[in-house]
């Protein structure tokens, strides 16, 4: 699960993912994540923190206060220079920085699941 309000970012994470061997579901805002979630829980998700409407921190808070999430891996992604703070505060596994790579998003992601299975 991939959410971002940048359109064409959140539709390239999509497809280099997809290309990856990802099964990829997308938001473009973090109001529906809850119900994309609770339709079909994702092995892992990755957040932009600052987006219209509710935030990937309050988001992230949210998901892992809630018996039914709160093992789901989060992973924030942010140009935000507080992004470990951010991270550290709501409860994330893990973050990246934007700009960041295909590359690292790749193995940041594969290590993540790899803790969780």
Known sequence: MVADDDEDLLMLMEMKL??????????????????????????????????RGIDGGTICRQLKSNDETKHIPILLFSANHNIAEITKHCGADGYITKPFNDTEVKEKLVSILKEVT
Do not use: C, Q, R, W
């Not at 829980?41 to 957040?47: F, G, H, R």
């Open 18 to 51: 997809k290309a990856e061997g990802f099964t990829v579901h997308i938001s473009p805002n973090g109001e529906n994540i809850f119900d994309i979630v609770k339709a079909d829980t994702p092995d892992i998700v990755l957040l932009d923190i600052t987006m």
